[in-house]
């Protein structure tokens, strides 16, 4: 097996998590994999996995070189297929993800623009408030809001967002502006999800966080709901600020506590394919940038 291939094999080990699931993606046997990892470690001088009955894991340095062999692999594939012209136009069918309203309100208007400007794709949208897994679920792109854990797909930031307290003036007016966390025991609030009455709502005062247990008269598993029942007077509710960004311009809501707020959360446009990325996912993923970049209410 040549130096090219054994790169591949390795990745592939890594990225499966054992010789025997990447032998099978690659319709090669275990042993040739096995093999080609062995001398890729005896050309390096270095242990690249640790290897139990149960369980492969790759070392640190293992770590290092399979970022490395990532983008190598990459580069050439970007090259192997601007020669040959397979990116000259967008094709197929793009599938991507994202939370349920953020999709519904800022990736819907880009994926629209972009299937206007691109006639031969086709998509298909999972909005979901879960973590999808790209490899898993034949996701090509994914909006994520939160911090990223350590992974090898690709992120581009396009915006921030908030976690805010709102409630409506007329509330406010009637029942009083809070001037901290604790004086929320006071209020009456709604809460998104389900469970125990019992909600723990986390602040921060001079970077210092704190979490406040407070009890929630309403529960409901609807974002679209909890700003209905906020919007309607009836207490005050805890969302993310893109998700009532328009009915705070509106000044059907106010913000609640915002000297307590946690710091914001980052917002990326994820992908898996790097360089080699088609012209059906770069595409995309370059109108999303710019259009979600662009919008006032994720800065």
């Not at 009455?197 to 970077?207: G, K, N, T």
């Not at 993310?240 to 946690?262: D, H, I, N, T």
């Amino acid at each position: 097996m040549d130096r090219l291939q054994a790169m591949t094999a390795f990745v592939t080990v890594v990225d499966c998590g054992g010789f025997a699931s990447a032998a099978r993606k690659l319709e090669l046997s275990p042993p040739v994999v096995t093999r080609a990892v062995a001398e890729l470690e005896e050309r390096l001088g270095l242990r690249l996995l640790t290897r139990t009955t149960r369980v492969v894991r790759v070392t640190e340095a293992g770590a290092r070189f399979a970022d490395d062999c990532r983008r190598i692999l990459a580069e050439i594939d970007a090259a192997e297929e601007a020669a040959s012209g397979t990116h000259a136009a967008a094709r197929g069918t793009l599938v991507l993800t994202a939370p349920v309203l953020f999709g519904h309100l800022y990736v819907t208007p880009v994926l629209v623009n972009y299937l206007t400007r691109c006639p031969e794709v086709d998509a298909h949208c999972l909005f979901v408030d879960r973590i999808v897994n790209l490899d898993e679920e034949g996701v090509d792109v994914a909006v994520r809001i939160g911090e990223l854990p350590d992974s090898s797909l690709q992120a581009i930031r396009v915006g921030q967002v908030r976690q805010v307290l709102v409630a409506s003036p007329a509330y406010l007016e009637a029942h009083g502006q809070p001037a901290h966390p604790a004086e929320l025991a006071r209020h009456t609030l709604i809460a998104r999800g389900g469970g125990a009455p019992e909600v723990d709502w986390q602040f921060c005062d001079a970077d210092r966080p704190f979490t406040q247990r407070l009890h929630a008269r309403m529960r409901t598993s609807s974002n679209d709901s909890a700003i209905a029942a906020a919007v309607a007077g009836f207490g005050i509710t805890r969302l993310l600020s893109y998700q009532v960004a328009e009915p705070l311009r509106q000044g059907r809501l106010a913000l609640v506590l915002e000297r307590f707020e946690k710091p914001a959360l980052p917002i990326h446009v994820v992908h898996r394919e790097g360089r080699r990325a088609t012209q059906k996912v770069r595409g995309f993923i370059d109108l999303a940038v710019e259009m979600l970049r662009a919008d006032p209410a994720l800065r």
